[in-house]
Every structure is written in structure tokens, then in C-alpha cells.
């Protein structure tokens, strides 16, 4: 499974951004898509993920009613949605898949995209 994160940028606080994450392989419909993100001297953390149907959606409460996750499968593609967006919001956002269930646990992970960068600046 390959995965390419895009949709990265500088963008100024209270601006908006829209993060895909296209896949490969031929059975992206059934994998739970996680967002995960490493800001510069912290560890990674779970920021939104998604079942295989788009039907179970978590996110940390820090971004709860600013960001939206969401799937279109015939795409194989995943978004993260983020408004409103603030200096703490400011990492590397990494998307990541797996084959069964939604955690919120990096570890569970086995595949990775290469993460794009997002900086929000005052």
C-alpha cells in the first residue's frame, strides 16, 4: 500500500486548508484512515480517523468542529478538512492506513504516507 499526502501550506491563522491523502492497492475500501501529526519537538499525535464506510469518524477534541474528515472511496482518496486554523495547529501531517478498525493508536498503523507540512502564521 503507497500513500501521498498533499494539500500542505503556509497559511495564515483563521484560514482553511484541505489535506488529501490518495492511495494504492486494490482494497483501500476496506482500510481505517487515520490523520496523524508531529509538530517540531513533540511526538506524533492522532488528530481524525475514519472507517472503511466513512461511517465512524473520531477526532481529538483540540480540533473537534474545525476539522472534517471524510472518504471518497471510488477515489481512494481521504481528506481532512481543517478551518479555522491556529499556530498550534502548525506540523507535519502524516495520513495512515490499516486494515481493520479505527484506533487512535499510531503504533497500530503498519503503513504510512511521507507527511506534508502545515504552517499557520499569525
Known amino acids: 500500500v503507497q500513500l501521498q499526502a498533499s494539500g500542505g501550506g503556509l497559511v495564515q491563522a483563521g484560514g482553511s486548508l484541505r489535506l488529501s491523502c490518495a492511495t494504492s492497492?486494490?482494497?483501500?475500501?476496506?482500510?481505517?484512515v487515520g490523520w496523524f501529526r508531529q509538530a517540531p519537538g513533540k511526538e506524533r499525535e492522532f488528530v481524525a480517523a475514519?472507517?472503511?464506510?466513512?461511517?465512524?469518524?473520531y477526532t481529538i477534541d483540540s480540533v473537534k468542529g474545525r476539522f472534517t474528515i471524510s472518504r471518497d472511496n471510488a477515489k481512494k482518496t481521504v481528506y481532512l478538512q481543517m478551518t479555522s486554523l491556529k499556530l498550534e495547529d502548525t506540523a507535519v501531517y502524516y495520513c495512515a492506513v490499516r486494515a481493520t478498525y479505527v484506533t487512535m493508536d499510531s503504533a497500530t498503523y503498519p503503513y504510512w504516507g511521507q507527511g506534508t507540512q502545515v504552517t499557520v502564521s499569525s
Open positions: 475514519i472507517d472503511w464506510s466513512g461511517g465512524r469518524k
Open positions: 492497492g486494490p482494497t483501500f475500501s476496506s482500510y481505517a
